[in-house]
T-cell receptor, first 110, second 113 residues
Framework: GQQLNQSPQSMFIQEGEDVSMNCTSS?????WLWYKQDPGEGPVLLIA?????ELTSNGRLTAQFGITRKDSFLNISASIPSDVGIYFC??????????FGTGTSLTVIP | DGGITQSPKYLFRKEGQNVTLSCEQN?????MYWYRQDPGQGLRLIYY???????QKGDIAEGYSVSREKKESFPLTVTSAQKNPTAFYLC????????????FGPGTRLTVL
């Protein structure tokens, strides 16, 4: 199955800084989802996107569905220590299957 | 509360033994999934089911089996044929319609001794 390219692989930032990460695919998707996963836990859905160009926020998190429909972006503003975790994207061309990125590990330094 | 439960949280198995991982959801979702997660890799699909009594192999189905006798339940059996079963296993379900969302359970950590 297709695996999405997600970057950066890891980030170390100071508390209060903004964070940006992205996800790209080789094919067009109709749905992009962004998740956060804590160690040893299941992923938690943060944001869902369904339309090219769509911009959706969830608190300090903002995600965008790329206009080419082959990429998506996640931004976190004013990071705090509890933002620590692994963030990953998932995309679907339609139907039942989702494809996943390899994740971005975020470390926030107080 | 609505959600997905997986049990047990941690599971230890001796080589050569089959083991079954439980997944239950009360979200009334038709579609359910099993994924395997290994360090540094994205989630890999093992099996999925769109409806009761129907399921399809994913990318890494060899050595695994599933059943879907009830809408709420989608157990995964890791058989002795699976060569490298130690991993974190995640069950998920998906909403229907044109704006799908996929939700995950808390996961089961399987360790083969």
């Amino acid at each position: 199955g297709q695996q999405l390219n997600q970057s950066p692989q890891s980030m170390f930032i100071q508390e209060g800084e903004d964070v940006s990460m992205n996800c790209t695919s080789s094919s067009i998707f109709n749905t992009w989802l962004w998740y956060k996963q804590d160690p040893g836990e299941g992923p938690v859905l943060l944001i869902a996107l369904y339309k090219a160009g769509e911009l959706t926020s969830n608190g300090r998190l903002t995600a965008q569905f790329g206009i080419t429909r082959k990429d998506s972006f996640l931004n976190i503003s004013a990071s705090i220590p509890s933002d620590v975790g692994i963030y990953f994207c998932a995309g679907s061309p339609g139907g039942n299957q989702f494809y996943f990125g390899t994740g971005t590990s975020l470390t926030v330094i107080p | 509360d609505g959600g997905i439960t997986q049990s047990p949280k941690y599971l230890f198995r001796k080589e050569g033994q089959n083991v079954t991982l439980s997944c239950e959801q009360n979200l009334n979702h038709d579609a359910m999934y099993w994924y395997r997660q290994d360090p540094g890799q994205g989630l890999r699909l093992i099996y999925y089911s769109q409806i009761v009594n129907d399921f399809q192999k994913g990318d890494i189905a060899e050595g695994y089996s599933v059943s879907r006798e009830k809408k709420e339940s989608f157990p995964l059996t890791v058989t002795s044929a699976q060569k490298n079963p130690t991993a974190f296993y995640l069950c998920a379900s998906r909403t229907s319609g044109g704006r799908p969302e996929q939700f995950f359970g808390p996961g089961t950590r399987l360790t083969v001794l």
